[in-house]
């Protein structure tokens, strides 16, 4: 089955560490997003990517950083630098049919993150 | 800054009634509109998509698109406890930033037995 693969699913990290979380998909889709979700709050964007070896800000991309060396890949690292990084992480892909794409995102499953 | 509002809720429904969620957004360039349902603790799971004015159904569903009002709705008809769920409106930017959704914070429903 195709899908979305986010990797761990609860992850707890001490104060000042960078960790990385892993997003994998096997639908073939070009672009990938990382969002989080904060209680009571909508998704804000981070990062997202519409080609290997690309991508680009979203609105809350302090803190954090992205590699795109494969297409199916796109791994987000929460550095020490982010200063409220306890939140619910969700990884997205879509196709990416240029300009004009109307495409829906379709989600992983999330990791939850605690910072102490 | 681009900006999708919903009320929050929490909107109450017994089972068997038509749930009504609203959502208005500020992008007038917006072609691209999304319903999805998340349950306490999961991701959003894509329920609806609308990309021309008027109604959509599908099952129990139905989307409505009113562009020059900026605002689309969904309607859950034979409302069942399994609904109870946040629900997100989602909309593509215009222009050069429509492969970016905006969500907005969402409203949970709950239906009741």
């Known amino acids: 089955d195709g899908g979305i693969t986010q990797s761990p699913k609860y992850l707890f990290r001490k104060e000042g560490q960078n960790v990385t979380l892993s997003c994998e998909q096997n639908?073939?889709?070009?672009?990938m997003y990382w969002y989080r979700q904060d209680p009571g709050q909508g998704l804000r964007l981070i990062y997202y990517?519409?080609?290997?070896?690309?991508?680009q800000k979203g609105d809350i991309a302090e803190g954090y950083s992205v590699s795109r060396e494969k297409k199916e890949s796109f791994p987000l690292t929460v550095t020490s630098a982010q200063k409220n990084p306890t939140a619910f992480y969700l990884c997205?892909?879509?196709?990416?049919?240029?300009?004009?794409?109307?495409?829906?995102?379709?989600f992983g499953n999330g990791t939850r993150l605690t910072v102490t | 800054q681009k900006e999708v509002e919903q009320n929050s809720g929490p909107l109450s429904v017994p089972e068997g009634a038509i749930a009504s969620l609203n959502c208005t957004y500020s992008?007038?360039?917006?072609?691209?509109f999304f319903w999805y349902r998340q349950y306490s603790g999961k991701s959003p799971e894509l329920i609806m998509s609308?990309?021309?004015?008027g109604d959509k159904e599908d099952g129990r569903f139905t989307a409505q698109l009113n562009k020059a009002s900026q605002y689309v709705s969904l309607l859950i008809r034979d409302s069942q406890p399994s609904d109870s769920a946040t629900y997100l409106c989602?909309?593509?930017?215009?222009?050069?930033?429509?492969?970016?959704?905006?969500f907005g914070k969402g409203t949970l429903l709950t239906v009741n037995p």
């Open positions: 997205a892909s879509s196709p990416y049919l240029g300009q004009s794409s109307n495409s829906p995102l379709h």
């Open positions: 992008d007038r360039g917006s072609q691209s």
């Open positions: 990517s519409q080609i290997v070896n690309d991508f």
């Open positions: 639908l073939n889709h070009d672009a």
């Open positions: 989602a909309v593509n930017g215009g222009g050069g930033s429509n492969y970016k959704l905006t």
């Open positions: 609308i990309y021309s004015n």
